[in-house]
């Protein structure tokens, strides 16, 4: 059997977050952290996991960060 994780603590544990950023980032449209609910208890898989963590990081790399306050030279 896959590795997975149990409960909002468990998974909030495991990504070094709040339960309320986890629930949060399970709630929002694009891409949201896979769980799903066995018996009402929240789960995770490991791989699912693995796959979620990989995208984030392809986004983060990819997308350019730019603060609002930049102010441009010319």
């Known amino acids: 059997m896959d590795d997975f994780y149990e409960t909002w603590k468990g998974i909030a544990h495991k990504l070094a ?36 963590l990989s995208r984030q990081r392809t986004r983060s790399m990819a997308t350019p960060v730019v603060s609002p306050n930049l102010q441009l030279i010319a």
């Open 17 to 52: 977050r709040s339960e309320r950023w986890c629930r949060y980032m399970a709630r929002r449209e694009e891409d949201p952290l896979p769980v799903f609910k066995v018996g009402g208890i929240v789960r995770l898989n490991g791989p699912d996991l693995n796959d979620w």
